[in-house]
T-cell receptor, first 116, second 113 residues
Framework: AQSVTQPDIHITVSEGASLELRCNYS??????LFWYVQSPGQGLQLLLK??????LVQGIKGFEAEFKRSQSSFNLRKPSVHWSDAAEYFC??????????????FGGGTRLMVKP | DGGITQSPKYLFRKEGQNVTLSCEQN?????MYWYRQDPGQGLRLIYY???????QKGDIAEGYSVSREKKESFPLTVTSAQKNPTAFYLC????????????FGNGTRLTVT
């Protein structure tokens, strides 16, 4: 079974600074990879996904993520953070060929705070 | 616009009472899911359903029950057997697992005292 680790529980950055959120996964083959964002009291919204092909994936709201097979990582980046980016971010891993039940495993989340 | 509607947003119950959380989707998705979210623990799968009249237990199904009588609806009952029911509950759906991303509702926060 797959697993996901988000090493940073909380991250604080200044508005306008760059951002990188870490995600490491464990899976025997190339997984499906997702990043979701959650505002307080809301559901999750998909930021981007990686299935195959180009390992640098562009998403919504100016986010991108890079799949690095050698490091089993899928880190999320943004060159310049806006105050509205403050939220919780979840990395998720899906197993290829899985059924609907074990399709996704979520990391514990990283809460991003943005300083003015 | 298509989406997933969860109701109510906040729910309060006394210990020992069963409570049902509603989830309705108009995305025409076959697969639906219930997740529980606790601080620092990410999302844990309670139940899922791939098709009408069929559902399967997830990782933490004890103390919960579901039904899937219609494609659009997947209600979750939190029973009195659930030892720690206070949590944020999220419903999600997808057209074609695992390729397609999950679409989420806005959640129901359940508080049991």
């Amino acid at each position: 079974a797959q697993s996901v680790t988000q090493p940073d529980i909380h991250i604080t950055v200044s508005e306008g600074a760059s951002l990188e959120l870490r995600c490491n996964y464990s899976y025997g083959a190339t997984p499906y990879l997702f990043w979701y964002v959650q505002s307080p009291g809301q559901g999750l919204q998909l930021l981007l996904k990686y299935f195959s092909g180009d390992t640098l994936v562009q998403g919504i709201k100016g986010f991108e993520a890079e799949f690095k097979r050698s490091q089993s990582s899928f880190n999320l980046r943004k060159p310049s953070v806006h105050w509205s980016d403050a939220a919780e971010y979840f990395c998720a891993v899906g197993a290829r060929g899985s059924n609907a039940g074990n399709m996704l495993t979520f990391g514990g989340g990283t809460r991003l705070m943005v300083k003015p | 616009d298509g989406g997933i509607t969860q109701s109510p947003k906040y729910l309060f119950r006394k210990e020992g009472q069963n409570v049902t959380l509603s989830c309705e989707q108009n995305l025409n998705h076959d697969a639906m899911y219930w997740y529980r979210q606790d601080p620092g623990q990410g999302l844990r799968l309670i139940y899922y359903s791939q098709i009408v009249n069929d559902f399967q237990k997830g990782d933490i199904a004890e103390g919960y029950s579901v039904s899937r009588e219609k494609k659009e609806s997947f209600p979750l009952t939190v029973t009195s057997a659930q030892k720690n029911p206070t949590a944020f509950y999220l419903c999600a759906s997808t057209q074609r697992p695992p390729d397609s991303p999950l679409h989420f509702g806005n959640g129901t926060r359940l508080t049991v005292t």
